[in-house]
């Protein structure tokens, strides 16, 4: 099962453009629509900061 990860980025933009790089590159081994991959996502703000976290342990079997 996938850990939390977590993408950072100074816009949003570019916080999910590093998660949609981590899901093209890992989509065979997730197993999931990047729709998906989305809905185990959460998007905070952090001190100017957009933070895109992936609950992969969330992940229903």
């Not at 065979?28 to 933070?51: E, K, P, Y």
Request: charged content about 25%.
């Amino acid at each position: 099962m996938f850990e939390r990860c977590e993408f950072n980025g100074i816009t949003p933009r570019q916080a999910k453009r590093r998660a949609l790089n981590y899901w093209f590159t890992h989509r065979s081994t997730l197993g999931m629509s990047v729709a998906d991959f989305f809905r185990n996502c959460r998007v905070t703000d952090v001190g100017g900061i957009t933070r895109i976290t992936f609950y992969g342990d969330r992940i229903a079997a």
